[in-house]
C-alpha cells in the first residue's frame, strides 16, 4: 500500500493563478480531509469527505474548492490564489465506521509558495 | 470544531531532561489523540486514549487521559535527540466526523 500520496511536493504560484492539489489513497477509507499548517497556527481543517459525492466545509474554506467523485481521490482546488494561501497543505484520511481504529494517515504534504 | 489548547508551544531540553506537553479542553473529551511531526515531515499517528484516568505506554513515551476527560498528556523520559519534533494533540467532537488538532508542541533537544 502506498498509502496517502499527494502531488506535487513543491508549487509556486503568481497571485490570480489557479491550481489543483492532488491527493489520493490506497487504503480504501472512508474519511479524507485537507488541512493547511502554517507556523504557529497547528492544523486548520479546509474540507473534508465523508465518502463519494458528499464534501463539507471545515474551520478555514475560503479560497478553495473540493469535490470527491471517487473513494480514492480528494483534489484541492484553488481558484484564485492568493499570497496568504502560502502554507503546508496536508491530505489525510482515515476509516469512519464504528469499531474502526480512528487512526489518521497523512500525505506527505505540498508546499506551496503564492508571489 | 472545538478547541483543544496545548501548553507550552515550545519547549528546549538538554538531551537527557524529561519533557511534558499538556492538552486542555473546556468540554468532555470522548477520546483524545496525540501525533508527532518530524520537522520537514507530516504528522504520523502516536496513539488514541479513550477512558477515563487511562495510562498508556511506547518506551520511554507516557500518555494520559484525564480522570474528567478534559486534559491530556506526554511525558517523555530522558528525551533523545530523535525526540525532536512537534508533538500534536487532536479531539474528535461527539457525533463529528472533523478531528481538531491543537496548535502542537515543538520540542528541541539540545545534544
Known amino acids: 500500500n502506498a498509502g496517502v500520496t499527494q502531488t506535487p511536493k513543491f508549487q509556486v504560484l503568481k497571485t490570480g493563478q489557479s491550481m489543483t492539489l492532488q491527493c489520493a489513497q490506497d487504503?480504501?477509507?472512508?474519511?479524507m480531509s485537507w488541512y493547511r499548517q502554517d507556523p504557529g497556527m497547528g492544523l486548520r481543517l479546509i474540507h473534508y469527505s465523508v465518502g463519494a459525492g458528499i464534501t463539507d466545509q471545515g474551520e478555514v474554506p475560503n479560497g478553495y474548492n473540493v469535490s470527491r467523485s471517487t473513494t480514492e481521490d480528494f483534489p484541492l482546488r484553488l481558484l484564485s490564489a492568493a499570497p496568504s494561501q502560502t502554507s503546508v497543505y496536508f491530505c489525510?484520511?482515515?476509516?469512519?465506521?464504528?469499531?474502526?481504529?480512528?487512526?489518521?494517515?497523512f500525505g506527505a504534504g505540498t508546499r506551496l509558495s503564492v508571489l | 470544531g472545538q478547541q483543544v489548547m496545548q501548553i507550552p508551544q515550545y519547549q528546549h531540553v538538554q538531551e537527557g531532561e524529561d519533557f511534558t506537553t499538556y492538552c486542555n479542553s473546556s468540554?468532555?473529551?470522548?477520546?483524545i489523540q496525540w501525533y508527532k511531526q518530524r520537522p520537514g515531515g507530516h504528522p504520523v499517528f502516536l496513539i488514541q486514549l479513550v477512558k477515563s484516568g487511562e495510562v498508556k505506554k511506547q518506551k520511554r513515551l507516557t500518555f494520559q487521559f484525564g480522570e474528567a476527560k478534559k486534559n491530556s498528556s506526554l511525558h517523555i523520559t530522558a528525551t533523545q535527540t530523535t525526540d525532536v519534533g512537534t508533538y500534536f494533540c487532536?479531539?474528535?467532537?461527539?457525533?463529528?466526523?472533523?478531528?481538531?488538532f491543537g496548535k502542537g508542541t515543538k520540542l528541541s533537544v539540545i545534544p
Open positions: 487532536a479531539r474528535r467532537g461527539a457525533g463529528s466526523y472533523q478531528l481538531t
Open positions: 489525510a484520511s482515515r476509516i469512519t465506521s464504528r469499531g474502526g481504529s480512528n487512526i489518521q494517515y
Open positions: 468540554t468532555t473529551l470522548s477520546n
Open positions: 487504503m480504501n477509507h472512508e474519511y
